[in-house]
C-alpha cells in the first residue's frame, strides 16, 4: 500500500463508517507497526483526527522500532 493511499482511503467512507475504522486502527496500533505509522501520519495530517503533531511523531518513530 502506498503511504500516500493512507490519506485518501478513508475519504469514501460515510462518517460512522469512517469512525469505526479509526477505532480499529487505533486499536491495531497497539501492536501493530503500520498501523501506529498510519495512525501517525492521520495526526500530523490533521485530515481524519484532531491534529497532534506530538502524538503523530512519537506513533511514527514508535513504528519504527
Not at 496500533?29 to 497532534?52: H, P
Request: glycine share 6%; aromatic share 10%; net charge positive.
Amino acid at each position: 500500500v502506498s503511504q500516500s493511499r493512507y490519506f485518501t482511503e478513508l475519504d469514501s467512507l460515510d462518517n460512522n463508517t469512517r469512525e469505526l475504522a479509526l477505532d480499529i486502527l487505533k486499536r491495531g496500533a497497539e501492536k501493530n507497526s503500520e498501523c501506529k505509522y498510519i495512525l501517525g501520519k492521520y495526526y500530523l495530517d490533521g485530515k481524519y483526527l484532531e491534529k497532534n503533531a506530538k502524538k503523530g511523531n512519537k506513533l511514527i518513530k514508535e513504528s519504527k522500532r
